[in-house]
């Protein structure tokens, strides 16, 4: 049970959380994928949009030993 917690705070010890309004009405959750961009609750997409600029402009890139950045490629 505290193993999980435990791993979770070594790997991640900064973390920010954010929390995500429900993406559409309870009509609109029974058919997500049918759904378009702009059938989507304005504020999810804000705070989605939020969440990616947090995203990528503060995570760092995935390395491996020696210091190579790891790509979409895996080059």
């Known amino acids: 049970y505290n193993l999980p917690r435990s791993c979770l705070r070594n790997f991640f010890a900064v973390r920010k959380c954010i929390v995500f ?9 029974q ?5 378009t961009e702009e059938e989507l609750d ?5 705070q989605a949009n939020t969440f990616c600029r947090y995203i990528y402009n503060n995570s760092e890139p995935k390395t491996v030993s020696g210091g190579r ?5 895996g080059v």
């Open 69 to 73: 950045t790891i790509t979409g490629t």
């Open 42 to 46: 304005s504020k999810f997409l804000e």
């Open 31 to 35: 058919k997500m994928e049918e759904l």
């Open 21 to 29: 309004p429900r993406p559409a009405n309870t009509e609109g959750l």
